[in-house]
């Protein structure tokens, strides 16, 4: 690869980020980055650090996060910008080496690699996934490296592809599996067309083997499988909806199609790659279907429908390489009629899905959204060692745009929703986040004796509140002026109050 094609590689990265925001304390942030936080400062998060430390007991993300700070001497939140643009520069050029193996013409990459950055975050059928998301999470490192180690396996380098996949479990331990998964079917289709490749089918099989969680065998527990039934239903196919449904019959017709693409303009990897994709969505179709199985609940953790993720990237790059083949070629204003309608439609995607925020929260600029403002001024202002108490839903209120309180504040907080999403990965948590969560029920009428009933239950000593038309003395929701009786709120926004429980 030249030094003009990876500035222009750089070029896209950086167009993909400006077209699909950066947010890097929304969705599952407030998972991964408390785990890099308190890596560097073990005496934040006394209370409840198991919703996200669990997760960091199976991945070296915050290790490698960690490290880069120590080296480079940069601060967290540039830590992680830089992170982030090298996840999607390393994924786009693992899309474009894929793509050259596949393809003649010199612009099939260039094909891929646009149609994946201006897709980039497209939903995957129903896996509750995006392509790559908008802020550093170890599924996109993981997604960068497997990208990169299957444009290695296309080039029949299959011990270092199967090396290289063991590693990426120490990241992401599940996509790892999809990775082995798809790279084994890759080395059978080689096979199918007699073409030469090492001997790697048994040690990825064995290594698929060691990675499964064997202690799924336990029956789960009533209140799992309702968190399962309730708040978890894209890990169960059979709860999708018609239209997720279509994500998985869809890619397989095109996939179907793109194979007799391939062999009829002879492009040998194009066929390869297209029908061990067909296999992996079938199997893992299969799959997803035995965890709906209400004995088999306990499997549903291992999500197999995930396996659509990879399928989708590999299939937006076959498509690419085929529309710069066929449609698109040397005439630039079809790309341009193709790819600035396409990314102005994700672009305005984007701002509804975060219209209270800055499509670029970039560091040191000064947030505004209410929220973060209030979760800024925590982390600034209050001990390291509150507990704090809010909206156990609040991640889905109106203007809050799923900022992280955690993420944020850096402080500890009981269980809320959203924490259902450690507790399906790990159903021990399951009983105490269903106790915290029943805990705060009710909570947009609560009195100031609730809120008491939280400090001596879990020893909380901070609220954030936010304001409202509904109540008028000592409850959730406060006027628009006025404060809250026998509480102590040093600060306050149009939307939030923080106050002291004393």
Not at 3 to 32: K, M, N, T, W
Not at 156 to 171: E, P, Q, T
Not at 408 to 424: C, F, K, M, Q, T
């Amino acid at each position: 690869m030249s030094r003009r094609q990876i500035a222009l590689l750089f070029l896209i990265s950086i167009g993909a980020v400006l077209v699909h925001g950066y947010h890097p304390a929304i969705e599952d942030a407030e998972f991964y980055l408390p785990s890099v936080i308190k890596h560097l400062n073990p005496a934040l998060y006394p209370f409840n650090d198991q919703y996200f430390l669990l997760h960091a007991r199976m991945t070296l993300f915050d290790d490698i996060v960690a490290a880069s700070m120590r080296i480079t001497h940069l601060p967290l939140d540039w830590t992680i910008l830089l992170w982030h643009l090298a996840c999607i520069f390393l994924f786009l050029l693992g899309c474009w080496r894929i793509a050259r193996v596949c393809f003649r013409s010199e612009l099939a990459p260039w094909g891929s690699v646009a149609l994946v950055a201006a897709l980039l975050t497209i939903p995957v059928a129903g896996t509750a996934l995006y392509i790559m998301d908008q802020y550093l999470n170890p599924r996109d490192m993981s997604t960068a490296a497997i990208v990169l180690l299957l444009a290695e396996a296309m080039r029949r380098r299959f011990v270092l592809s199967a090396i290289g996949m063991v590693l990426v479990a120490a990241i992401h331990p599940l996509m790892s599996v999809f990775g082995i998964a798809l790279l084994v079917l890759l080395f059978i289709e080689f096979q199918r067309m007699s073409v030469s490749v090492s001997r790697v089918a048994p040690a990825t099989v064995t290594t698929a083997l060691l990675l499964f969680p064997w202690d799924l065998f336990s029956p789960p527990s009533p209140i799992y499988r309702d968190l399962l039934a309730k708040n978890i239903s894209y890990f169960l196919v059979t709860r999708w909806h018609w239209p997720e449904w279509l994500g998985i019959v869809v890619p397989l017709l095109m996939l179907w199609w793109i194979e007799r693409y391939g062999r009829k303009h002879d492009l040998p990897c194009v066929q390869v790659l297209s029908r061990a994709l067909i296999l992996v969505t079938l199997i893992f179709l299969v799959a997803g279907l035995l965890v709906c199985i209400p004995s088999m609940a306990r499997f549903a953790l291992l999500q197999p429908m995930r396996s659509l993720h990879l399928v989708f990237i590999l299939l937006l790059i076959l498509l690419g390489g085929i529309l710069a083949e066929t449609v698109l070629k040397s005439c630039i204003w079809r790309w341009l009629l193709l790819f600035a309608p396409l990314c102005l439609a994700m672009f305005l995607v984007q701002r509804q899905l975060f219209p209270a925020t800055e499509h670029l929260e970039l560091p040191e600029r000064a947030p505004k959204n209410a929220w973060v403002q209030a979760f800024e001024w925590i982390r600034l202002n209050t001990p390291p060692d509150a507990i704090f108490a809010l909206n156990p839903n609040y991640m889905n209120l109106p203007g809050e745009d799923e900022h992280g309180f955690r993420a944020i504040a850096e402080r500890s907080v009981l269980a809320g929703v959203h924490d259902n999403g450690p507790v399906s990965m790990f159903p021990a948590l399951a009983a105490s986040w269903h106790e915290q969560v029943r805990a705060q029920r009710g909570w947009t009428s609560f009195q100031i004796d609730d809120f008491y009933r939280l400090r001596q239950a879990y020893g909380v000593t901070w609220l954030v509140l936010q304001r409202g038309s509904d109540v008028l003395q000592g409850r959730s929701a406060i006027p628009q002026s006025g404060s809250i009786p026998n509480l102590d709120c040093p600060y306050q926004n149009d939307v939030v109050v923080v106050c002291r429980l004393e």
